[in-house]
């Protein structure tokens, strides 16, 4: 069982920076392909970014494109989500995940979320 625990949210004036950790414990997922992805309020979860076992192969929303960096590093078991020039519309709670499989078909293990608030 994988357990992720996500941390670094918080509230961040309009064009500020925060990084968002997301540390995994349970199993080593040095194989595994992780992303990030968010619930605004009142709206549906949606895709961020995620990044291949290796760290080599990254995908991003077009909204995040250019502001948010996903990195991770394998040793510590760990994922980043690097955003900067934050706007009103990121305002949401941030899920780090992972798959219990590198083919699953779909992302099954969650993080408890944490919020990111940017104000304007």
């Known amino acids: 069982q994988v357990q992720l625990v996500e941390s670094g949210g918080g509230l961040v004036q309009a064009g500020g920076s925060l990084t968002l950790s997301c540390a995994a414990s349970?199993?080593?997922?040095?194989?595994?392909?992780m992303a990030w992805f968010r619930q605004p309020p009142g709206k549906e979860r949606e895709f961020v970014a995620s990044?291949?076992?290796?760290?080599?192969?990254?995908n991003y929303a077009d909204s995040v494109k250019g502001r948010f960096t996903i990195s991770r590093d394998n040793a510590k078991n760990t994922l980043t989500l690097q955003m900067d020039s934050l706007k009103p519309e990121d305002t949401a709670v941030y899920y780090c995940a992972t798959k219990r499989a590198s083919t699953y078909y779909k992302y099954d293990y969650w993080g408890q979320g944490t919020q990111v608030t940017v104000s304007s």
């Open positions: 990044i291949n076992w290796s760290g080599g192969i990254t």
């Open positions: 349970g199993r080593t997922l040095s194989s595994l392909p």
